[in-house]
C-alpha cells in the first residue's frame, strides 16, 4: 500500500512515519518538497506518485500570523486539499484530512462531538474548517487538539525553553482542552485508515486541563527526568491579560469516545502520555 505523508518532517508527519503499518510504502514529503500553497505542485505530485492514501499531515499552523496572512491559510489548509481529495477521486485513493478544535466556537457545554456544529473565531479555524468541507465525505477527518510530539514545536518545547530562561512562568488558565501526545494521535489515524473508515473522528488523551495545568505537569515531569535543573513558579492569568491577534476556544475538550470504541483503544491520560515524549527527549 502506497501512502503519501505531508508535513512528514513535522511532529505529527515523524510519529505517523515511525508507526506505519508493515505493509505500507511511505512516501514523505515535506515543505522542501512539496509547496501545498501551489496546486500545481501538489496535483503534479499526486499524480506522479498514485498513492493509494495520503495523510495530509502538512497545514499552515501560525495561529496569530493567520489573521494577516488568511488568504496564505487558506491556500495550504483549503485549496491544497480540495486539489488532493479532486485527484484521489480520479484515481481511486483515499484522503485522510488532519483537522482542529478551532473550527469550533469553544462554548459548549459539554465536549465537542464530531457533529457538532462548526463556529471557528479565527482565521485559522476558517481555513482548516474550509479543509474539511474540501476533503468532502468519503475522507477520513481526524479532528485534534493540544498536539505536542518529539521533534516539533508546541507547547511543550516552549515551556521546557521557558522555564530554563526565566524565574517566572506566567500561563493561561481559563482555556480548557485535552493534550494530545502525537504518538497515540498517529496510532489512532492509521487504526481508523486500517480499517477503512470514513466520515469525521475526534482523537485526545484522556482527561482535561487547563493551559496552566499542562505547564505545571511538564515542569514537574521534567524535574524527575533531569530535563529540569530547577522549578520555577508557574503563575495563572486569564485570557484577557495575555492577549493575542487570533481568538482561541476557551473550551477545546474533543470527545473521542466514538473513536477509541471503533477502534478498540483503551483511554490513555494525557499525563502518561507527556511522560512517554518526555522520555523520548531524554533518550
Known sequence: MKI???????????????????????IPTTRDSLDLADPSAVSRAVSEIRPDIVVNAGAYVAVDR??????????????AVEVLAGILRETGGRLVQVSTDFVFSGDSPRAWQPGDLRAPLSAYGRSKAAGEDAAGEDAIIMRTAWVHGAGGANFVT???RLMRERDEVRVVCDQIGAPTWTGTLARAIWGLVERDAVGTWHWSDAGVASWYDFALAIQEEALVLGLL???VPVVPIQTSEYPTPATRPAFSLLDSSATRQALGFRAIHWRETLRQHLREVTA
Open 66 to 79: 493567520a489573521e494577516s496572512e488568511e488568504s496564505l491559510a487558506y491556500a495550504i489548509n483549503a485549496g
Open 4 to 26: 503519501m505523508v505531508t508535513g512528514a518532517a513535522g511532529q505529527l508527519g515523524r510519529a505517523l512515519i515511525a508507526s506505519a503499518p508493515p505493509s505500507a510504502n511511505i
Open 158 to 160: 516552549t515551556m521546557l
Open 229 to 231: 535543573d530547577r522549578a
